[in-house]
């Protein structure tokens, strides 16, 4: 039991991890309206499959499209997030030391990069 | 901010207090009558707090202060209770028989020391734990504490919590946990790790305080200590416990409606506060998880048929009454909450013809089947030998000795936790998720809520040591 405290029992989220993200997305924060419902885009080549009950045994890079997801949700509260580019305002949330996939992003106008891979993006006017 | 916490949960035990305090102190156990009085007050008060803060916020939107009506309003009932309580002491201290004192024997200190050790470091263990991940784990971030923040947070759109934006976080689940969170948070002022950390911390210890102070009723001091340490010398209970999950607050309210229908049973018939709680627990157990609603059907099958089996058809009506009395207003509250608030259920929701092809296919039961021994096996996290060998054993070595009146709740609980496991694999057989992904990530939080209700009933079955001919 003691082990416990010095071995993490889950790899999925951790103190740093919510941490990381209120740092990352304090300022994106601060630019939206609190209790916006807003769209959000990551690495779609991650994007996993829809949560809940068809929820079943996930790669990895499954697991962490929605760890991330998640991360983002929590420290976004109140604001909604949902994960689809169908809103007016989009949240980008990818790795800090890669660009986005610019295929993935057609169709989306940036409106603000806040840094760190924190990106805010509206629907281009079709 | 420490003042705030402590008149947060110092008003939340008052107010559980006063419903509890109707048990009276049973004779002559008077300490360890008021360890299972203040454990059930915990729970009990946590639980009654929630379900009236709930209240109070669909009333007040966004959520004012107005819940401290509800506060004051609880406690003043409370305090009524207790003062009634008090006048009709006489009433109530004069009663209890238990089961015949056997002097401990000296050379048997040493259990007291040992669990004296262990508590201290499963409490140690709960603090670093705690300290290392302050937001618990995956479920507690994500599901329960995401949509406490959200109640805090939300304004005048802390309703949409329970809409289907935010489905991921499952919105029909009760919300015993994040109701009890929100309000130390209110209390608090702001959102801090610490209000979790200790709903989670309370729960977890209550539970260990009720399963020992119960036994140690209901048969001898040192089968309670027993008891405690094989509940907390399962790591899995301290490290479930500290990662804020909901599962060992719903196992509590397991325990405690055991515990409270095999106490009534000790208690003269005119004293009907324990049956009255065991309903208010087990409204609570459904307040806090849906495994809830699956135990109170299980319950109620289970107690008339152990009811019916000893031929007692009036005391089985009468007691039903009094259960009702107690359960009514937490189940009005869950009812209301599940057909007007939340959204349906996955579970249900996902039903359909895929049901029959799932529960007519073969491999998902042989599937359940593997998932189910495994999980059992290896229950406990110990990563030596399971403790159903070692209770096996035990049980071999001091033999069975049940006293009359415990054979009512002793079937009960049996009967109960069958009912709950022939559940749990209908659950798993007409889920749609992929069997083998679900028992890996579920079932062993499953037996968690039931293992303290084991655990209880165990002991009530098995001899206590200074019974035992070759041992006392």
């Known amino acids: 039991m003691l082990r416990q405290t010095v071995t993490p029992p889950s790899p999925f989220v951790r103190r740093h991890d919510i941490r990381m993200y209120e740092n990352r997305f304090r300022r994106v924060k601060e630019a939206l309206p609190a209790h916006a419902v807003l769209g959000y885009i990551s690495d779609p080549g991650r994007k996993a499959p829809p949560l809940g009950f068809q929820m079943g045994a996930r790669s990895l890079h499954e697991a962490f499209y929605a760890k991330r997801f998640f991360l983002a949700q929590y420290v976004l509260l109140p604001a909604i997030l949902v994960d689809d580019t169908e809103h007016a305002l989009i949240v980008g949330n990818f790795d800090p030391p890669s660009a986005p996939d610019l295929e993935s992003l057609r169709g989306l106008v940036l409106l603000r990069d806040f840094g760190d891979g924190v990106m805010l993006f509206t629907r281009r006017p079709k | ?472």
């Open chain 2, 1 to 472: 901010m420490i003042l705030r916490s402590f008149v947060w949960i110092v008003l939340t035990i008052a107010i559980g207090s006063g419903f509890v305090s109707r048990l009276g102190v049973i004779h002559p156990k008077p300490l360890a009558s008021l360890v299972a009085s203040g454990c059930l007050a915990v729970g009990l008060g946590f639980g009654l707090s929630s379900a009236i803060f709930f209240l109070f916020s669909l009333a007040t939107s966004p959520l004012g202060n107005a819940f401290i009506i509800g506060e004051i309003g609880s406690l003043i009932a409370s305090i009524a209770l207790f003062v009634y309580t008090l006048q009709h002491r006489r009433h109530l201290t004069g009663c209890a028989p238990v089961s015949p004192i056997v002097p401990d024997p000296k050379r048997r200190r040493f259990l007291p020391l040992v669990f004296f050790v262990l508590i201290v470091s499963a409490f140690s263990v709960f603090i670093g734990l705690s300290a290392k991940e302050p937001y618990g784990e995956w479920d507690a971030v994500f599901h329960w504490n995401l949509r406490a923040k959200f109640i805090l947070l939300g304004g005048a759109h802390w309703r949409d919590v329970f809409s289907d934006l935010l489905g991921e976080s499952n919105p029909d689940y009760p919300l015993l946990t994040p109701m009890s969170v929100v309000r130390g948070w209110r209390y608090l002022g702001y959102e801090t790790v610490l209000v979790p950390v200790l709903v989670a911390m309370v729960f977890t210890f209550a539970t260990a305080g009720l399963t020992c102070s119960s036994l140690a009723i209901l048969r001898s001091r040192n089968q309670a200590f027993i008891a405690g340490l094989v509940l907390l010398g399962i790591p899995f209970l301290i490290i479930h416990g500290a990662s804020q999950y909901a599962d060992v607050p719903v196992g509590f309210f397991f325990l405690a409606t055991i515990v409270l229908l095999c106490l009534k049973e000790r208690l003269p018939e005119s004293i009907n506060s324990a049956t009255v709680l065991a309903g208010t627990a087990a409204g609570l157990a459904c307040w806090t998880k849906n495994e809830g609603f699956l135990f109170l059907v299980s319950l109620l099958t289970a107690r008339v048929a152990a009811m019916v089996r000893s031929n007692r058809w009036a005391s089985l009506l009468r007691e039903m009454r009094l259960f009702a009395v107690g359960l009514a207003p937490i189940l009005a509250v869950v009812v209301y909450f599940k057909t007007s608030i939340a959204p349906l259920g996955g579970l249900v929701d996902a039903q359909g013809l895929g049901t029959i092809h799932r529960v007519t296919d073969i491999h998902r039961y042989l599937e359940i089947f593997r998932g189910f021994k495994k999980v059992i096996l290896s229950f406990g996290g110990n990563e030596l030998v399971s403790p159903i060998w070692l209770l096996f054993l035990y049980l071999v070595c001091v033999g069975i000795k049940v006293e009359p009146s415990d054979k009512p709740g002793i079937i009960t609980s049996a009967t109960t936790v069958g009912f709950m496991l022939a559940g749990y694999v209908f659950v798993f057989l007409v889920h749609p998720a992929d069997v083998g992904w679900n028992i890996a990530g579920s079932l062993d939080r499953l037996l968690l809520q039931l293992w303290p209700t084991v655990v209880f009933t165990y002991f009530l079955v098995a001899c206590p040591p200074e019974e035992v001919p070759s041992i006392g």
